[in-house]
Structures are given as C-alpha cells and as structure tokens.
C-alpha cells in the first residue's frame, strides 16, 4: 500500500496544488461571505453587519448559516479533485483502496468515551457551573443540524489539512515529522480568529496547535484521515450537544451550559498531556504502526 503522502500523479506538480488552494480560498472567502451576506440581507436590517446576524435569527439559524463556508469549502475540494487533479476525492482521505469506517467509528467512539468522563469529572470540580439547558424545541432542531452538517465541517477542515496540505508539502518533503509540523501551525493559525483566542489569551492558541500536531500525527502513521476525522468529529458534536457556553465561537442551544467565568480548566491540560498520548498509544497497539521511524524521520 502507497504511503499516504505519496504524490500520485508524476505530471501534477506544486502549481496544480497551488492552483487548487486558490480555488478552495475563493470559496471561503469569497464566495461564502456573498452567499452570507444575502442570507444576512434578507433576514437582519440593511445597515447591520454580517456579524450581527446572531441578533436577529435563532441560535440554531446561525448555527446552520456558520457551516455553510465548510459545505462550500468541502465542495470546492471536491471539484479541486475532479477538475484539476482528475481522481478520486478519496485519495485525499485515505491510502487505503477504501475509505475504513471501521477505523473512523473507533476513533469516534474512543474519544466521545474519554470525553464522557472528562465531563463527568467537571461535576466534581468546583471551578466549573453548569447549568441544565435542555429546551426540547431547540435541541432536537441542533440535534438534525449537527448530525448533518457537523461531519462536513469537520470532514472539510480534516481533508484540508490532513489530506490535501499534507500531500501539497509532500511533493516538497516525504519526512512525516516535517508534514506534521507544518500543518499543526497552520491548524493552530487557522483558530487565531476565534473569540476564544482573545478572552483565553496564547495558551489557547498553543491547545490548537498542539490539536493540530495530534491530528495530523495519526493521519500520517495511519495513512489516512479515518482516525482523525472520527477524533474531530466526536470533539466537536461534544462541544456543540453537549456542553457550550456564552464565548466560544460556536454558541448552541446545548443540553448543558458552563456558566463558569472563561479560564483555562485542568481539562485542556489532561487533554494535552494525558490524553492525546493516550490516543496515539492506543491506535499504536491497535493498528500496530511498526514502520514509525521511517514514516516521520527520512525521506
């Protein structure tokens, strides 16, 4: 089986790559901000910016509206794929022949588990407040929405960063340990926009990257994007049904809310430093990743 960073096709080179970024960029930053913008006119006030939307709609209304970029963004790899690359989208998820749900429900479903138990922990911890959120009107509308569109947002930034970047600095370099650097900072740049970032200070920007190197470490040992989106998937569905609160980017009608002031909570830390290693140990001994050196370490 071809390594997953393998470049596929002799006669596609960086420009073809470069080519297909810009395409993606001008879907998220063009073409979704207009499509935004018309939704924005036909349900807020003229003279009220697209960033004050969230004034005039429900909070499942622009929750929905927030994942539109990503629908646009997953699409324009799509057509990336298609067009210029002219094979199969699934060469940006996996080296394998098929895409291994096996491998994606089992990431999921271990993360959601360790996840379960974080949460469980906060009820004993007298720096967090949560409060019971549950309104059956909403939360079953969030509920649709999330199972949706949720793995499209989390399945586009995977495919971006995990699959389609990895491979465009793999024309460059073959050496893993490089791939996963470049791209656990430009994960963690990505973030930098999110009003966290401001009320939470650099630690938080350091989580992200470290997410990032995380992520992109056991899509390169694994050969494809399985366990990461299954991983990705599962954090955010957390944040979203689970527990939200009033500052971070996504504000849901969740069945819990932390009321608790914004501050770094021992969870970010155990999920770092615990964790993760956690994780890579696990999938380590599961999927018996024996050629490590060699994938991250020469070229």
């Known amino acids: 089986m071809r390594r997953f960073t393998d470049p596929l096709e002799p006669t596609i080179g960086i420009r073809h ?3 297909g970024v810009l395409v993606i960029v001008f879907g998220l ?16 006030p003229a003279d009220s910016g697209i960033e004050e939307l969230s004034k005039y709609v429900s909070k499942n209304a622009y929750f929905l509206v927030n994942m539109l970029p990503f629908v646009i963004g997953l699409l324009s790899i799509a057509f ?13 998820l996996t080296a394998r022949v098929h895409f ?36 059956s009107d909403k939360f079953f509308y969030l509920l649709i929405i999330a199972i949706l569109f949720v793995p499209i947002q989390t399945g586009f930034e995977e495919i971006f960063f995990r699959g389609f970047l990895v491979q465009l600095f793999g024309k460059s370099t073959q050496k893993g340990i490089y791939l996963v650097l470049i791209s656990g900072a430009l994960f963690g740049a990505l973030h930098l926009m999110n009003p966290e970032i401001e009320i939470l200070g650099f630690t938080a ?45 996504l504000r849901t009608d969740a069945l819990f809310m932390d009321v608790s002031p914004p501050a ?16 890579i140990l696990v999938f380590w001994l599961v999927y018996r990743w024996k050629n490590w050196k060699k994938v991250l370490f020469k070229s």
């Open 17 to 19: 790559y470069l080519l």
């Open 29 to 44: 930053v063009i073409l979704s901000p207009f499509l935004i913008g018309l939704i924005k006119t036909a349900l807020a």
């Open 80 to 92: 990336c794929a298609k067009v210029i690359f002219q094979r199969p989208l699934r060469t940006f």
């Open 100 to 135: 291994d749900f096996k491998r994606f429900f089992f990431s999921f479903a271990l993360w959601s588990a360790l996840m379960l138990v974080s949460f469980f922990l906060t009820f004993i911890d007298y720096n967090h407040h949560l409060v019971w959120n549950f309104q």
């Open 205 to 249: 920007v350091i989580f992200y990257i470290v997410s990032g190197l995380f992520t992109t470490l056991i899509a390169i040992l694994d050969d494809g994007i399985e366990l990461s989106w299954g991983f990705h998937l599962a954090n955010n569905l957390f944040g979203i049904i689970l527990v939200t609160n009033e500052w971070q980017v």
């Open 264 to 279: 770094l909570g021992w969870d970010m830390y155990v999920t770092m430093f615990l964790l993760y290693p956690l994780m």
